[in-house]
C-alpha cells in the first residue's frame, strides 16, 4: 500500500491563479480531509469528505472547493489563490466501516504552497 | 467549539530523561484523542490513539493517559533518546461527525546527546 499520497510536493503560484491539490488513497477509506498548517494556528480542517458524493465544510473552507467522486481521491481546488492561503496543505484519510472512534488517521506527507 | 491547548510549546532535555507534555482541550463531548509525531518537513506519524472510554494506551516507550472529565491529556515519554526530538501534536476528534480533528499547536521536543 503507497497509503496516502499527495502531489504536487512544492507549488508557487501568483495571486489569482488556481489549482488542484491531488490527494489519493489505497486502503478503501470512507473518510478524507484537508488540513492546512501555519506557524502558530496548528492544523485545521478545510474540508472534509464521509464518503463518495459526500463532502461537508471544516473550519476555514472559504477560497477552497472539493468533490469525492471516488472513494479514493479527495483533491482541493483553490479558486483565486491570495496570499493568505500560503501554507502547507495535508490531506488525511480513515477508515469507518466499523467503530470511527477506533480509526486512527492516516496524513500524506504534505504540499508546501507558495502565493505571491 | 472544541479548543485544544498544548503546554509546554518547546521542551529541551538531555537524552535518558522521562518527560511529559500536555494537552487540554474544552469540550469533554469527544470520542476519541490522538497523538501525532510531525518530523520537520514531514507529514504526521500517529502514535496513540485513546478511545474516549479508555484511561490510557501504551506503545513502547510511550504512555498517553486521558482523564475526560477534567479535559486532560498527557504523553510520558520514558527514557528520552535523540531521535524523539520532533514536534508532538495531540487531536482530539469531537462533534457530530466522525473523521474530523481539532490540533493543538503542538510541543517541539529536542533531546541533546
Known amino acids: 500500500n503507497a497509503g496516502v499520497t499527495q502531489t504536487p510536493k512544492f507549488q508557487v503560484l501568483k495571486t489569482g491563479q488556481s489549482m488542484t491539490l491531488q490527494c489519493a488513497q489505497d486502503m478503501n477509506h470512507e473518510y478524507m480531509s484537508w488540513y492546512r498548517q501555519d506557524p502558530g494556528m496548528g492544523l485545521r480542517l478545510i474540508h472534509y469528505?464521509?464518503?463518495?458524493?459526500?463532502?461537508d465544510q471544516g473550519e476555514v473552507p472559504n477560497g477552497y472547493n472539493v468533490s469525492r467522486s471516488t472513494t479514493e481521491d479527495f483533491p482541493l481546488r483553490l479558486l483565486s489563490a491570495a496570499p493568505s492561503q500560503t501554507s502547507v496543505y495535508f490531506c488525511?484519510?480513515?477508515?469507518?466501516?466499523?467503530?470511527?472512534?477506533?480509526?486512527?488517521?492516516?496524513f500524506g506527507p504534505g504540499t508546501r504552497l507558495t502565493v505571491l | 467549539k472544541q479548543e485544544v491547548t498544548q503546554i509546554p510549546a518547546a521542551l529541551s532535555v538531555p537524552e535518558g530523561e522521562n518527560l511529559v507534555l500536555n494537552c487540554s482541550f474544552t469540550?469533554?463531548?469527544?470520542?476519541?484523542l490522538q497523538w501525532f509525531r510531525q518530523d520537520p518537513g514531514k507529514g504526521l506519524t500517529s502514535l496513540l490513539l485513546?478511545?474516549?472510554?479508555?484511561r490510557e494506551q501504551t506503545s513502547g516507550r510511550l504512555n498517553a493517559s486521558l482523564d475526560k472529565s477534567s479535559g486532560r491529556s498527557t504523553l510520558y515519554i520514558a527514557a528520552s533518546q535523540p531521535g524523539d526530538s520532533a514536534t508532538y501534536l495531540c487531536a482530539v476528534g469531537s462533534g457530530t461527525s466522525y473523521g474530523k480533528l481539532t490540533f493543538g499547536q503542538g510541543t517541539i521536543l529536542t533531546v541533546h546527546p
Open positions: 485513546i478511545q474516549s472510554s479508555q
Open positions: 488525511a484519510s480513515s477508515y469507518s466501516r466499523r467503530d470511527p472512534s477506533t480509526d486512527t488517521q492516516y
Open positions: 469540550d469533554s463531548a469527544i470520542y476519541n
Open positions: 469528505s464521509v464518503g463518495a458524493g459526500i463532502t
